[in-house]
Each structure stands twice: as C-alpha cells, then as structure tokens.
C-alpha cells in the first residue's frame, strides 16, 4: 500500500531552519487533509501541521505556530514543512499520515493512515 516517505531532518542550531519533505508516490493528495506529526522520546506524539486537500495548510495550536509553514507540490506529490526559528524543544521525530476520514483540517484527526518512518530533527548548539 501507499506509504509516506519522510526526509529533510538533520541537526540544526537553535533559531536556524529546516524544510521536512513528505513523499507520497501513488497518493492523490486531493483525496485527504494530510498532517506533520512529532514524537519525542518519552512524550506523546502531537500534531504539529495539517494541509487539507485543498492546499490550505494550518499550524496546530501550540508546535509551530506562528513558525512552521505546511505547504504541498502536487504534481511532486510532496508535502512540504518549513520550520523556521526552531528551538531545543522542537526535537523529535517527524512523521506525516493522512487523515482517511476527511478532507479538510478541522483542528481534530480522524483515522490516520499510510505512516512513513519518520525523519529526525534535532536542534542543538
């Protein structure tokens, strides 16, 4: 089946920038709102970004807001997030799913599918 392929992460200082691609050959990207979604070492995973399947991208209250940008290249089938003026908490692994139960980005996630393995981001001095 269709899965995420995520890349892009690294080490970065703090106050420096990433860009996290999300690849998803085969997946009609109009079909579903697509998330960013971090999990650090003993914490819960949270949402980060959501893209619904019109291109219109949101930050999830709380990560990223007002720092991240979502955006997407359909004819790459690429999901894109741009995070600018990272901090040490932002340290996680970075995945993308799409949400199979809706279109649009609601602030709430249904069922989430086609999980790829993640990239990791690390901001450190």
């Known amino acids: 089946q269709v899965q995420f392929v995520e890349s892009g992460g690294g080490l970065v200082q703090p106050g420096g920038s990433l860009r996290l691609s999300c690849a998803a050959p085969?997946?009609?990207?109009?079909?579903?709102?697509i998330g960013w979604f971090r999990q650090a070492p003993g914490k819960e995973r949270e949402g980060v970004s959501c893209i619904s399947g019109t291109g219109v991208g949101r930050n999830l209250v709380g990560p990223g807001e007002g720092r991240f940008i979502i955006s997407r290249d359909n004819a790459k089938n690429t999901v894109y997030l741009q995070m600018n003026n990272l901090k040490r908490e932002d340290t996680a692994v970075y995945y993308c799913?799409?949400?199979?139960?809706?279109?649009?980005?609601?602030?709430?996630?249904?069922?989430?599918?086609?999980w790829g393995q993640g990239t990791q981001v690390t901001v450190s001095s």
């Open positions: 085969g997946l009609e990207l109009d079909y579903y709102a």
């Open positions: 799913a799409a949400d199979i139960e809706r279109r649009f980005c609601t602030g709430r996630w249904g069922t989430l599918a086609y």
